[in-house]
T-cell receptor
């Protein structure tokens, strides 16, 4: 079974631009969540989607948004990029949105904002 | 708000020896889940072990085991017979019963010496 696939693996953008990251979950998984990882703030929860509905949102500005499609694939968008948005963005999928069901992570997208 | 604290930024262990990584958390919930993830240089977060808070029995997965002390809000990870492949960043994470929002600790870098 294929794992969680994130594309692209690396991205370089300029301040003020916008970016879209993609995540394909494990087949059959309906929950997709996104995390930002930086050396200073560590791993922080961005949002979770389940059956195309946002279930939960972390403490990030409105420039960060996401969506989930009917095939459970998810995209994350960051508008008006700032230098501080440079980070590793991790996507994780799960069968359900409750219980002990573990999150399976992708390899991440490394975003560099210059 | 829930918080997770890993007080050891870095640990070292000799190959074949045993090492324990510490984790404490703060929550007012009674039902929750705890996880240990490892992140090797490849960046992919890999689930090591998980524990339901309502279970008193400590979880075990091969060479990995936990010491879960609910009253003390402590969740340490013991790695026995350490191997070179165990070298990675280890993250302790907390999750409430519903939703896939994980709260992560800052991580512990584990170095394995041959």
């Amino acid at each position: 079974k294929a794992g969680v696939t994130q594309t692209p693996r690396y991205l370089i953008k300029t301040r003020g631009q916008q970016v879209t990251l993609s995540c394909s979950p494990i087949s059959g998984h309906r929950s997709v969540s996104w995390y930002q990882q930086t050396p200073g703030q560590g791993l922080q929860f961005l949002f979770e989607y389940f059956s195309e509905t946002q279930r939960n949102k972390g403490n990030f500005p409105g420039r960060f948004s996401g969506r989930q499609f009917s095939n459970s694939r998810s995209e994350m968008n960051v508008s008006t990029l700032e230098l501080g948005d440079s980070a590793l963005y991790l996507c994780a999928s799960s069968l359900v949105s409750a219980g002990i069901s573990p999150l399976h992570f992708g390899n991440g997208t490394r975003l560099t904002v210059t | 708000a829930q918080t997770v604290t890993q007080s050891q930024p870095e640990m070292s262990v000799q190959e074949a020896e045993t090492v324990t990584l510490s984790c404490t958390y703060d929550t007012s919930e009674s039902d929750y889940y705890l996880f240990w993830y490892k992140q090797p240089p490849s960046r992919q977060m890999i689930l090591v072990i998980r524990q339901e808070a309502y279970k008193q029995q400590n979880a075990t997965e091969n060479r990995f085991s936990v010491n879960f002390q609910k009253a003390a809000k402590s969740f340490s990870l013991k790695i026995s017979d350490s191997q070179l492949g165990d070298a990675a960043m280890y993250f302790c994470a907390y999750r409430v019963e519903y939703g896939n929002k994980l709260v992560f600790g800052a991580g512990t870098i584990l170095r394995v010496k041959s």
